[in-house]
């Protein structure tokens, strides 16, 4: 496998993702596995992690689960520290857990909504990056952070997902800038609508001609493959890309360029 980082160390990198069940987090546990890296995907479903597990190691990699609700501050210290106590090193935090309100404009989210917004796309975020920091310094790795296209422009009736996703990237510029001193990069990529479960349930919720219309918004045309994304996170996290830090990579079909 070729360094995750500059200066990495010897031997397989361990690569942490939370949200690693399914959709983009599973495709990016995929994409590190068939390069033989130890994974631990931190998730709340263990049914749907198994399955991931399964695919992974299927593929080439090691792969263990952890249970994390990226809400609870603990357990996201816990998921860090029982990757340390597996492998004795992390070289690569993927923070991919997420979740989005559709429909609701300011007025119409509850204090409830919004807060479960910041506690999952940010707080998540926050916990794990903070967790994992120290620990990223020892090996010179790397934290590659899922944002979204609505977090560098709006979009109608998502504006507590705009607004956790826009802080997503700005915190991703601002610890890139903390911790560059110590070898670490910090990145994050915005994908426009993504072949996954969660934008199959809001197709089943739309109706007829969902997939059409998600699909027309991008100008290429269609909506992405999680497996996309995927190729643009582990290149972030690679050597490939050992001069890039602070960006955030819109994987979007083109619905950012104007």
Known sequence: MEPVNDNAMPGQPAVLISGGNSGIGRATALRFAREGAHIVIAARNAETAQETLGLTNAA????????????????????????????????????????????????????????????????????????ALPHL??????????????????????????????????????????????????????????????????WERHGPGAEELWSAKHPLGRIAEAEEVAEAIYWLASGAASFVTGAALPVDGGITAG
């Open 60 to 131: 080439g990699g090691e792969s263990h689960f952890v249970a994390c609700d990226v809400r609870d501050e603990a357990q996201c210290d816990q998921a860090v520290a029982e990757t340390i106590e597996r492998h004795g090193r992390l070289d690569v935090l993927v923070n991919n857990a997420g979740s989005i309100i559709r429909q609701r404009t300011v007025a119409q989210l509850t204090t409830a909504q919004w807060q479960d917004m910041l506690d999952v796309n940010l707080n998540g975020t926050f916990y794990l990056s903070r967790a």
């Open 137 to 202: 310094a020892q090996t010179r790795g790397n934290i590659v952070n899922v944002s979204s296209y609505a977090g560098l422009v709006g979009f109608p009736g998502s504006a507590a997902y705009c607004a956790t996703k826009g802080a997503v990237v700005q915190l991703t510029r601002a610890m890139a800038l903390d911790h560059a001193a110590e070898g670490i990069r910090v990145n994050c990529v915005c994908p426009g609508s993504v072949n996954t479960p969660m934008i199959a349930a809001a």
